[in-house]
């Protein structure tokens, strides 16, 4: 593990965790020179864990996440421990993805700043991707640390119920109307046209959106699987049980806007959801 140096303020080390959905890992970052702000420490891997403390020596004072999913915060009770750096956070209801080992003294609020001599991270609530999920833009560089709200190279699954992607495109539109010079996500490289990149991102979702209506509209009452191979054709088999929750999300989505309506077949053994356009 290699620790880069990406601005005057940050560095950057990426956890041994490569995998079809963590990309090439999880990106940790180190904020400061003299007094260090840790985001995102990723997974209890022991040598990763052993690395950051290296990076780190006495100068860590906070620890940061994004949000307590496993590949995000589980190393910040171990390195809480040994350097006393407060973790920093906010805690959500076990969802069954949750990381229940990160506990902070109280819930991180939008807007909230950590100020040191050096920087101010300003905390930014982006629930989308799950629920607790938290930007943090470094102001004097402009840096967004964007944990999974956006990631390099492919898009962010959104897992009901604490997935949302109504809320997903409203936080995303939300980050155009700050200062963002550079995004630096939980996984893969920096991004380095913010602005585009929340567009596309809006636009990708609001296109795929729109495949959905078309899919009801063609094919009548359905349900997710038979919707799935329609809305989702252009996506690897391997991917395809990932799509499945964000078509569920995009489907609650219109469910909220009433543009769909959900059904249960009860002529099925366990019932079925299914879904069917509203008039």
Not at 81 to 86: E, P, R
Request: proline share 6%.
């Amino acid at each position: 593990m290699t620790l880069y140096r990406l601005s005057p303020l940050v560095r950057r080390v990426t956890a041994p965790n490569s995998n079809l959905m963590t990309g090439p890992g999880t990106n940790s970052y180190l904020v400061g020179n003299r007094e260090l702000a840790l985001i995102d420490p990723g997974p209890a891997i022991p040598s990763h864990i052993d690395q950051l403390l290296t990076f780190c020596g006495d100068r860590l004072r906070w620890i940061l996440v994004t949000h307590t999913h496993p590949d995000h915060s589980p190393a910040a009770k171990q390195i809480s421990n040994v350097t006393g750096a407060k973790m920093i956070g906010c805690v959500m209801a076990d969802d069954g993805h949750q990381d229940r080992t990160f506990e902070v003294e109280e819930n991180l609020n939008h807007g909230q700043l950590l100020e040191s001599p050096e920087f101010i991270l300003e905390a930014i609530h982006t629930p989308g991707h799950v629920a607790n999920q938290f930007c943090f833009l470094l102001q004097e560089e402009g840096m967004l640390f964007s944990g999974d709200h956006i990631m390099q190279g492919s898009s962010v699954v959104i897992i009901p119920p604490s997935g949302n992607m109504a809320a997903y495109i409203r936080s995303t539109r939300h980050l155009m109307n700050y200062s963002i010079n550079t995004i630096a996500p939980g996984h893969g490289d920096l991004l380095n046209n913010p602005a585009g990149v929340l567009e596309q991102i809006v636009n990708h979702r609001l296109q795929r959106e729109q495949r959905v209506i078309e899919a009801l509209r063609h094919l009548g009452e359905s349900g997710m699987d038979t919707l799935l191979k329609h809305v989702y054709s252009d996506v690897s088999t391997d991917l395809l049980p990932m799509a499945k929750l964000s078509l569920w999300a995009h489907l609650l989505k219109l469910e909220e806007d009433g543009v769909a309506q959900k059904k249960i077949a009860q002529h099925w053994a366990f019932g079925e959801e299914r879904w069917v356009l509203l008039p």
